[in-house]
């Protein structure tokens, strides 16, 4: 008995210092910021003399998409992702505070207002023109937000998302209950629920750190979402081919 009592012991010490890792120091594994101050041919976008992110501008754009991309690296990094995109369109990649040359730090409260500034920030600048909206992995949560305003985004493209954040934690750490521990509680389910514009989603078959699983749930979850399966995993869905983001 003393035994059993003694390994319980031991095991609950090993849960509680799991635990303490996961609360205390989530955020730095969750976003992984790069500094650097290659722009890759991008141009800086500037939002009342703050930077909002860089962009690739075309004359007289048939569409404007805001680019909300993943959780590691920075904005101008996602110029390998603009052959995705039509020529004849505009797009902004979002530059989350505390990446790039950015201010401030990251979180869910700080990416949703910088998304929502910068799409606000277009619809003005582009009154007559569709604004769009794509989003990649973790950054399919600010993506998804940005459907609960009054007016939504013309077409949504979501690549290797998420159902809900917490559920993802699950899928890598069992143990822990993320539902009640973890700060940044994107849930996509319930902000496109509302959404009555276009819904593409793709999920990588191979995706090792959104399992498709993920992305499947999330489709289901609003009968106007086309789901396509794609090959590769979660970094390399722009090499195939088989992402098209069109309005």
Known sequence: MRQIIRLLK????????????????????????????????????????????????????????????????????????????????????????????????????????????????????????????????????????LTKLERQPDKLVLVVPFDNLASVVRDHFPLIPAGLVLFDRWDNVEAIKKYSGKLEIYGAIDDKVIPIHHAKILAESLPIAIFHEIPGGHNDWSQSGAVKIRN
Request: aromatic share 14%; hydrophobic share 40%; net charge neutral.
């Open 10 to 145: 031991i095991m609950l010490t090993i849960f509680i210092a799991l635990l303490t890792v996961v609360i205390v120091f989530q955020r730095r594994m969750l976003y992984y910021p790069s500094h650097h101050a290659e722009t890759n041919g991008l141009v800086a976008w500037m939002i009342d003399g703050r930077l909002a992110g860089y962009a690739r501008k075309v004359d007289n754009p048939k569409n404007v998409w805001l680019f909300t991309h993943g959780n590691a690296g920075q904005a101008a990094d996602r110029a390998y992702a603009l052959q995705c995109f039509s020529d004849s369109d505009s797009v902004f990649i979002l530059e989350y505070p505390g990446y790039g040359n950015r201010q401030g730090s990251p979180s869910k409260a700080s990416f949703d207002s910088a998304a929502e500034e910068a799409y606000r920030w277009l619809r003005k600048a582009y009154p007559n023109i569709p604004v769009c909206v794509f989003g990649e992995s973790i950054g399919s949560g600010p993506a998804s937000s």
